[in-house]
């Protein structure tokens, strides 16, 4: 993995949207000159990574991590920008769920830009999918590093749930049928621990994602 260096990411908030309907999500972020833009994915009754994301600027997306909860149908991924930003301008992104299942009850998108990474920038992720009820955690699969960031998300059928210590909520909510609920989080100051614990004392059918973006040199 990559993290030496003087380079340090930072990571930016852009705009998050949810609603109940088979619709496409759609939101918004600021650009900026050689960044790279990141975005969380939410559905019910399909894979968060069966439908499409697009944007106004003709970016080119895939998903990083998915993590699905099969009782009920809910699933998160967590996608990326293959082409980095050239300017200032406002970046519009769409996610277009999937023709299969035809009914989709559900979901969101949210956006994000991630400034400071190198030619030689990683991602480490890190997912659960169908554990046991309890307190959610997320592991990744090797420990963090002091310049990078963190970007996560859990979704459940309870509560939503509170943001790792030391991250900062970004986009939270959820609606009632099918039950669901979901917290989306960043960290900008460099996790310390491999494994993220989110804060609930317990969460029913959750499941989760994260990664770690590294700066690379």
Known sequence: MFGGGV?????????????TNSTAKVASVVGA???RLFAVVIVTNQMATNGTLTDDKGGTWNYLVFASNSAPNRSCAIWWRSELLTDASTVTVTYTPGASPTTNDGGGLVVFRVDGLGPAW???GGTASDPANGVPALTSTAAPVANSVMLGVVINNSIAVAAPANWETQAQGGYANPTLNYTVATCDAGEATQTTTWGISSALNWCGAQVEILPGA
Do not use: C, D, H
Not at 7 to 19: E, K, M, V, Y
């Open 7 to 19: 380079r340090r990411a930072s990571i930016t908030f852009g705009q998050g949207t949810l609603n």
């Open 33 to 35: 000159g050689g960044a």
């Open 122 to 124: 990683n991602v480490i």
